[in-house]
């Protein structure tokens, strides 16, 4: 990276003993953890080859993402390139004039037929740069080793002069990289990471690595997280830490991210591992590794004491109010979503609310009524950790591969001695919506629609303000704006007689159920007149109370479930 404010890494590879007609070298074309095709290959420029002697070798692109290099059955193949690294997100690679961070399916090829072989890295930071930061074993410095290209693939590295923090969870060493200046500070942030990775560990009852390092990514804007098999990305607004909801939020972003060590990097499902870098890796199974991750995010945060059981019952209401009020709740099922990740949850468009469910929310609901079948069917002995530690201990160290889609349901029929055909078939495979109370009464608590006796409207349509118009962002299924034929980029020019400028939400506060409004608007620099019928909103807000009079089952599942201590 000598010249980092051009964006570009300098990539050189050697291959030794392949003794080959041509060697293939290939550059995935996804990161795995996010599941959308990203074409990396379109940043490569300036491949070369050579032999071990520095001869130029006849190299030629057979595919989007592979070089051919004919080597003619030479001992030692080397092959280099440029890669052009200018996209600051968890998933991709960047570099500038004050770090660089390397996500390694977008950085590193791999040479066909040897991904199993092992090697060693090299890393050679730009002058000035002191510090790098990986969960690969380094023999020097900035010198490391990997057993295989998965684990190359799947360490990233921040480089750089960042800050390096440590503390220690379960006996083994953890490294907190901070990128960034931030308003955080170091001591209480080790000290609640620390508590956060501890409760994590007790789901799971042991610690599988002897190292785990956390990049953090401080920036002006920013969020979200990408798991790896003993490290994790972050990224969060750098003045988040101030207040005690953002900090929260990033420490539920730890808790995510960190909970993936086991729950999709071990606990696998079976199409997630060995992967396949060149296409994408269908799974129905991703509500159960991010959706009951996310389950966990917000319970590991309430066990380690950072938010109140109350706060928590908002959380876990505020998630069902969210899927319940997403029309395409009704329309895909949460293992079809999961299914089609791929073409649907990372390429969204003005008519994905209406269409499709986010695996993510629904399945960490999903997650929580589990919890509560299986807390009800055990009398309060066991819960959906359980369900985790029998899956880890089964597929990932007993029988060594991914679990299918058979069993994980197999799993909670085992641990709660009930069977769950219906919950599949209805709520994982089909698009009913759960009678939660039926499954919450077990912690003596009930969701209550505040929304209920309303007769509040339902516009339907969001709107934005381009150059003095009001145009049309979105139109939700079954509002009065879609059944009135509002479309998408229709521009709002009067309702009723009267021009509604910049002020809709006005206009809209006048009207009431059953109401006509005659809508006048432009489409493609035509006018027209819509007329919109107001149709009810039936939207939820739910809330959780508890029943009157609790018995002690009730009480037993509700104080461990939110970790209420009777002491």
């Not at 539920?252 to 086991?262: C, K, P, Q, R, S």
């Not at 509500?287 to 966990?296: D, K, L």
């Amino acid at each position: 990276m000598p010249e980092p404010h051009t964006h570009y890494f300098k990539v050189e590879a050697e291959l030794s003993g392949a003794k080959k007609k041509y060697v293939d070298f290939t550059l995935p074309v996804w990161a795995p953890g996010s599941y959308l095709v990203r074409e990396f290959a379109k940043n490569v420029e300036s491949f070369k080859a050579t032999d071990k002697e520095g001869k130029a070798l006849r190299a030629e692109k057979i595919d989007k993402n592979t070089w051919r290099v004919y080597s003619d059955r030479t001992d030692v193949v080397k092959a280099s390139y440029d890669v052009y690294a200018y996209e600051l997100s968890v998933r991709t690679s960047y570099l500038d004039a004050s770090h660089g961070y390397v996500n390694g399916t977008s950085i590193f090829m791999y040479p066909e037929g040897y991904q199993d072989q092992k090697g060693t890295l090299i890393v050679k930071p730009y002058s000035g740069w002191s510090k790098v930061s990986t969960g690969l074993n380094s023999t020097g410095k900035f010198t490391y080793t990997f057993p295989n290209y998965d684990i190359l693939a799947d360490s990233p590295l921040e480089i750089g002069n960042h800050e390096v923090y440590t503390f220690t969870a379960a006996g083994v060493p953890h490294e907190v990289a901070m990128y960034g200046e931030g308003n955080y500070d170091a001591t209480r942030l080790m000290a609640d990471m620390q508590k956060i990775t501890e409760e994590a560990i007790k789901v799971m009852g042991e610690l599988p690595v002897d190292r785990y390092v956390f990049i953090v990514h401080n920036l002006q804007r920013g969020g979200g997280g990408l798991e790896h098999l003993n490290s994790t990305t972050l990224q969060t607004s750098r003045w988040n830490y101030g207040s005690e909801s953002a900090y929260n939020g990033f420490l539920g972003l730890v808790a995510h991210e960190y909970f993936h060590l086991w729950n999709v990097k071990r606990l696998r499902p079976e199409a997630l591992g060995p992967f396949d870098y060149n296409n994408e890796n269908y799974t129905r199974l991703l509500w159960v590794s991010e959706g009951i991750t996310s389950y966990y995010d917000d319970l590991i945060v309430r066990r380690a004491g950072f938010r109140s059981p109350e706060a928590y019952l908002g959380t876990v209401a505020g998630s069902i109010n969210s899927v319940e009020n997403t029309p395409g709740n009704k329309i895909q099922p949460v293992a079809e979503a999961s299914f089609d990740a791929w073409i649907k949850y990372y390429r969204r468009n003005e008519n994905s609310n209406n269409a499709e469910v986010s695996y993510y929310t629904k399945g960490g609901v999903l997650g929580s009524l589990l919890n509560m079948e299986i807390m009800e069917a055990t009398k309060g002995e066991k819960n959906l950790d359980d369900v985790m530690r029998y899956m880890y201990q089964r597929y990932y160290k007993k029988m060594g591969r991914g679990f299918r889609e058979s069993e994980i349901k197999e799993a909670i029929e085992s641990i709660s001695g009930r069977s769950m055909d219906a919950f599949f078939r209805d709520y994982v495979n089909g698009t009913q919506s759960p009678d939660y109370n039926k499954f919450y009464d077990a912690a003596g608590l009930k969701l209550v629609n505040a929304n209920e006796g309303s007769n509040a409207i339902n516009w339907g349509a969001s709107t934005y303000l381009s150059d003095g118009k009001l145009m049309v962002r979105g139109v939700n299924r079954g509002s009065s704006a879609w059944d009135g034929g509002l479309n998408v980029s229709d521009e709002v020019l009067a309702i009723n007689g009267w021009r509604v400028g910049d002020d809709l939400d006005r206009f809209i506060a006048n009207l009431n159920v059953g109401d006509t409004a005659q809508v006048l608007i432009s489409r493609d620099g035509k006018l027209q007149t819509l007329a919109i019928k107001m149709v009810k909103d039936t939207s939820v807000r739910y809330q959780f109370v508890r029943v009157e009079n609790p018995t002690p089952e009730q009480d037993k599942i509700y104080n461990t479930w939110l970790a209420i201590s009777n002491s």
